[in-house]
């Protein structure tokens, strides 16, 4: 039985050789590779502009905090000012007992 569709190798092709390697690593590869690789001074003033924006970014995350802390501490203190202010209007009978109930419904302390 004969195979009409086996065909014997072109001798037109030729064994890979390490010379026929390194001209087509210069004229493919190495090109692909720098679009899509950065050089180090990119990467430099990349890395600088990251880690500068992180600076930034930390300085401004810290001024919230702080402002944060010192918020609820002054939160603290006004609810500490209003329970003693209620609790004197209450002992003096300032206020009826309707109207402490509104204040307690105001849940300021």
Not at 50 to 63: E, P
Request: hydrophobic fraction near 40%; charged fraction near 35%.
């Amino acid at each position: 039985m004969k195979l009409k569709f086996m065909r014997k190798k072109k001798s037109t092709q030729k064994p890979l050789t390490l010379d026929t390697l390194a001209s087509y690593n210069q004229m493919v590869l190495f090109p692909a590779l720098e679009e899509r690789f950065v050089t180090k001074k990119e990467f430099r003033n990349f890395k600088d502009k990251s880690l500068t924006n992180q600076d930034v970014m930390l300085k401004k995350l810290d001024i919230l905090l702080t402002e944060k802390k010192i918020r609820e501490y002054q939160e603290q203190k006004e609810k500490k000012l209003w329970a003693i202010i209620i609790k004197a209007l209450k002992e003096h009978r300032i206020l009826s007992s309707q109207e402490l109930e509104e204040i307690a419904s105001l849940e300021i302390f």
